[in-house]
């Protein structure tokens, strides 16, 4: 990657970019940590107050990484006709919104359900082909100077550099941006995006929906004692345990480093979400040894139902986060208490 960019003179930005292409390298084929990455390091060396990484599937645009204003929207399908975004799929060029109120160009409702008014564009080529965007929003208008835009097509450049190093054809590159490199399981990105489409249907079916969060309880402990390459099997056999508890229509997914979910569609009561959850911390706890120790797998789970504990993304999983956080605090004084005794 070239950083003699003619609008880029700050020693500064420069050192941050070579900064994030240090740590991108470390995170060598993960394709979803990528985009992450890029996405909160283009928002921080530029004016923006949000940044997306935008791949074109199908006829839609899909928010596979976000950060800022746009961090609540990861998942987010658009239509990529009648878009800023899916012109710069269409034509390959970085293009620029100043404002959006006044642009033909742009989807006018979506940027204003977004909240941005202007925003730049820039293309993401894999194989020669326009795959997606990387894209830079802030909520006033002419936000964006040529310096900015300078920033963003370095940092295009290296998710670019990844795309070609992950060696993969167009629908492989889209699996490997949309799973986890550790577990195969969905990402983060690929949890929301499903998460979307199945309150949706729920809610046009007025049927129930349960969701899960899933903490591991002892990661730090092993990867203490053990080691990270313990730590990393612990994840992975965690990982495969709740795929064996889940049902054909469940999407199992890995959101974090010890953090999982799980939605459950079609769930009718809470008590159904309950006994999944319990089959779930049943089968994970079951004993397990690597490479000649034993390592302690267990989790904490939270339990969110849809509509008693909402309709929107944002209420489910924050109930689920709360339930899960009061279950630990809750087994932790069981703990204690059983060894004070």
Request: hydrophobic share 40%.
């Amino acid at each position: 990657m070239s950083l003699d960019h003619p609008h880029l003179q700050n020693p500064t930005t420069l050192l941050e970019i070579v900064r994030a292409q240090s740590e991108i390298a470390k995170l060598g084929t993960d394709l979803g940590a990528i985009m992450e990455l890029v996405t909160e390091r283009a928002q921080h060396l530029t004016c923006a107050t949000g940044a997306v990484v935008e791949l074109a599937e199908g006829d839609e645009m899909v928010y596979r990484a976000t950060s800022g204003l746009t961090e609540t929207l990861l998942g987010l399908r658009l239509a990529r006709k009648g878009s800023l975004s899916g012109l710069c799929v269409q034509t390959g060029s970085i293009l620029q919104c100043d404002d959006s109120e006044i642009d033909p160009r742009v989807d006018r409702e979506a940027c204003r359900r977004v909240g941005l008014r202007s925003m730049v564009v820039t293309p993401l080529r894999h194989l020669d082909t326009t795959v997606g965007v990387l894209k830079l929003v802030a909520p006033e208008v002419n936000a964006f100077s040529k310096s900015d835009i300078g920033v963003l097509e370095l940092m295009s450049e290296l998710i670019a550099a990844m795309f070609h190093a992950a060696n993969a054809e167009r629908d492989q590159l889209y699996l490997r941006a949309t799973h986890d490199a550790l577990t195969d399981l969905p990402n983060r990105a690929l949890f929301y995006d499903r998460l979307r489409q199945s309150i949706h249907l729920a809610q046009r079916a007025h049927g129930g929906l349960g969701v899960l969060n899933v903490d591991m309880d002892n990661l730090k402990l092993i990867n203490d004692r053990h080691g990270h390459r313990a730590g990393d099997a612990a994840i992975r056999e965690t990982a495969q345990r709740m795929g064996r508890t889940a049902r054909r229509s469940d999407t199992v997914a890995r959101v974090g480093g010890d953090e999982f979910a799980v939605i459950l569609p079609g769930i009718g009561a809470r008590a159904d979400a309950q006994a999944q959850c319990e089959r779930l911390m049943e089968e994970v706890q079951q004993p397990y040894v690597f490479e000649g120790q034993p390592l302690d797998l267990r989790v904490s789970v939270g339990v969110a139902v849809m509509p008693e504990d909402g309709t929107e993304i944002t209420a489910l999983l924050d109930q689920a986060d709360r339930a899960m956080y009061s279950a630990k605090r809750l087994r932790k004084q069981a703990r204690t208490a059983a060894t004070a005794h």
